[in-house]
């Protein structure tokens, strides 16, 4: 008896078979990159937050502006050095690093700004009912970055201007 022989499921006529997944190709994104950056920033933020217990509301968020606004960016921009660097030794893919989407300063800036004031009204509010809010407001500062980070990462985005005027 002859065995079956198992047929494409139906579809276009004359359609290409179906590739394998871009995950498993030799392009491959790396999905965790994002929430390893989100993580990590998430836990200074909060370390930064904890240390500073006792200080403060004005002092708290002073620290944290220099923190985002200053060491954020330095890292960003060595980041970037970095892997200039090392795409001057590698052929070029088809899109240059230059008409990637990249992060909006402006964007950031906000986001930034309202966790800012999201921490510093969680620490007034809680500084009546626990023993060490400053610590309480740490936890969430790292949890908000580490888990909201990568879910927004996507909404701090803006397109590269084309090379093509």
Known sequence: MPTPTRHPPPGPLNSPPASASPATGPRRRYPTKPSLAYLTAGLVIGVTWALNEGTPPWEHAAKLLVLLFVAAPLLHLARRRRAARRTDHRPQPHRSPHHRPHLSFVRLAVAKIALLVLACAAGWLLDDSL????????????????????LLHRFLLIRAPDAHP
């Open 131 to 150: 023993a060490h809010p400053d610590r309480a407001v740490a936890v969430g500062l790292a949890a908000v970055v580490s888990i909201l980070g990568p």
